[in-house]
């Protein structure tokens, strides 16, 4: 009676929130929904899964932040990571990677920038500031909304991420101290204000003045870091493709030992940019997560 309860209440209670999926998986229930967002001034989509635990009692939460080109689908239908967040019961939100039907000019012109490149930055620049603003929303909307309509248990929420995505965790959990209890990321772009993804979207999205790229470089933010422990976890594989000219992770391992901020870098023979290597590594970043909110 307290489990049917429990559903029925924060089912009953989502305003503003339309089902749009839902599916049985691994004892839990994988969940995606839609909103007018405030941030982005669009519709938004973002995945959601509730582990079995959580229809009785509430949960931490960890937010996952996907890369370039993603939607909400790509890590929910490709990492298996639902068997882990069952495991270690934690609930998993997965939002989009950028505004989607603004009808901004140029915003689906390329892969790297616009629609599915949001790179969980507030723009600046005059075309892009009234919609793409992911970093108030990963940061701010989205987790307001997740606590209002879902057991989570406040203060204990972390955050990881793939490519931009990683980027966007580390980001996110650097220029907020204390809001999430650890990060972690696959692959990340760690010094975007020298790679071409990353001078391709600062440049449009923030403008031209590097001094305010730096307030979404996460190596940057790694130099002056000055809050509570963080527990950083990165993995990396070898044979990326893109490790020599995008990603850069011994700058960011570089400036977290100069600020005294603890990271683990993970180096994997054989490993690429893909799924697979996602699949392979995600338990142990939910154990990561898990350990750091003392599940």
């Known amino acids: 009676l307290f489990c049917a309860c429990a559903v029925f209440y924060y089912e009953s209670k989502m305003a503003g929130l339309e089902l749009v999926s839902t599916w049985r998986c691994f004892g839990g229930l994988q969940k995606v929904f839609k909103h007018q967002s405030k941030a982005t001034k669009c519709e938004m989509k973002f995945a959601i899964y509730l582990p079995p635990i959580s229809e009785s009692q509430k949960v931490p939460v ?4 996907s890369g370039l080109t ?9 990492s298996g990571f639902q068997k882990y967040a069952a495991e270690y019961g934690v609930i998993v939100v997965a939002p989009d990677t950028s505004p989607r039907g603004c009808n901004v000019d140029g ?3 390329s892969y790297d920038f616009g629609s599915g490149a949001g790179f969980y930055v507030n723009a600046t620049e005059d075309k892009w500031k009234e919609n793409y603003n992911m970093y108030s ?3 701010d909307e989205l987790p307001k909304l997740v606590s209002e309509n879902f057991p989570v248990l406040q203060g204990k929420q972390s955050i990881c991420g793939h490519s931009m995505g990683g980027h966007g965790a ?3 959990a650097l220029k907020n101290p204390g809001m ?8 990340p772009i760690c010094n975007p204000s020298v790679c071409p993804w990353g001078i391709k979207a600062f440049n449009g999205y923030l403008g031209a003045d590097r001094e305010t790229w730096k307030e979404y470089d996460a190596t940057e933010l790694a130099k002056t870091y000055n809050g509570p422990p963080l527990h950083l976890l990165i993995d990396q594989g070898k044979d990326d493709q893109f490790l020599a000219d995008q990603l850069y992770p011994d700058n960011f391992v570089q400036a977290c030992r100069s600020s005294c901020l603890p990271v683990i870098l993970r180096n994997h023979e054989g490993y690429d940019h893909s799924y697979y290597f996602i699949s392979s590594f995600i338990g142990e970043h939910l154990q990561h997560h898990s350990q750091a909110m003392k599940v």
């Open 62 to 65: 960890v937010y996952w932040l």
């Open 180 to 187: 999430y209890k650890s990060a972690s990321a696959f692959a």
């Open 137 to 139: 929303y990963v940061t």
């Open 170 to 172: 580390l980001v996110c």
């Open 70 to 78: 993603c939607t909400e689908q790509n890590f929910i239908t490709k």
């Open 107 to 109: 915003e689906d012109d």
